[in-house]
């Protein structure tokens, strides 16, 4: 933690952990290798790694914790394993330099801001797997043209889409009961949306300041529009 001249490191075969902010604002560390033998990368562990640039995860990996890689901001790619079943909150916010992320066919739960402002992410496939995604999971992630959402989801909750400027086009799956407030705030490229009978609430600011949009067809079982 806080050494903030380290550019490289290796991990002993032998960790099974890396704990709680171990590399926490290491601003000059470019790249690190976590050997197979880690299952757990803890939180904030790479928090404010602010060069590093690539990071391998291996399949032993059960568990990213809270914050491990906020504010890496050089991080221009990542590939989380099948093993990992859950991104946690705040997980990869504020990697600025993200343009691809592959999130694998186990996980069943991204969490509240797990990739809030990753502004240089442009497309992402949610696989089916994934039940929930939490509030802000991609706010702000305004180079973000298209998303595949996974059918299984029932919420589109608070903020999970807001600012995403550059987003032109999404189809919310049938399944949809509710569409949270400001879920779609200031998307200001999006110019159509089709709201599934299945949805019954629209949230307060849902699509506030949708400038370009020009078509939207509502649920005939809409109940309450906040």
């Known amino acids: ?20 902010r171990t590399f926490n604002n290491c601003s000059s560390l470019k790249s690190i290798t976590i050997p197979e033998s880690v299952t757990t990368i803890g939180g904030a562990s790479f928090y404010n790694c602010s060069s590093l640039t690539s990071v391998t995860i291996p399949e032993s990996v059960t568990t990213i914790c809270s914050r491990a890689f906020c504010n890496c901001s050089s991080l221009t790619s990542v590939t ?4 990992v079943t859950t991104i946690a909150s705040h997980a990869f916010k504020n990697c600025s330099s993200l343009t691809d992320i592959t999130i694998p066919g186990n996980v069943t739960n991204i969490n509240n801001s797990a990739f809030e402002k990753c502004s240089a992410l442009t497309s992402i496939t949610i696989p089916d797997s994934v039940t929930t995604i939490a509030d802000n999971a991609f706010a702000d992630c305004s180079k973000l043209k298209s998303v595949k959402l ?11 889409f807001s600012g995403c400027s ?45 400038s370009s949009l020009s078509s939207v067809k509502l649920s005939n ?5 906040n």
């Open 150 to 160: 996974p059918n299984n989801i029932t919420s589109i909750n608070n903020n999970v």
């Open 80 to 83: 989380i394993p099948d093993s």
């Open 166 to 210: 550059s987003l032109s086009n999404i189809k919310i799956p049938e399944n949809v009961t509710k569409i949270g407030a400001n879920a779609f705030s200031n998307c200001s490229s999006l110019t159509k949306i089709t709201i599934p009978d299945s949805v019954t609430i629209l949230g307060a600011n849902a699509f506030y300041n949708c």
């Open 1 to 20: 933690s806080n050494c903030s001249s380290l550019t490289e490191i290796t991990i002993s075969n032998s960790v099974t952990k890396i704990d709680d």
């Open 221 to 225: 079982s809409i109940t309450t529009i």
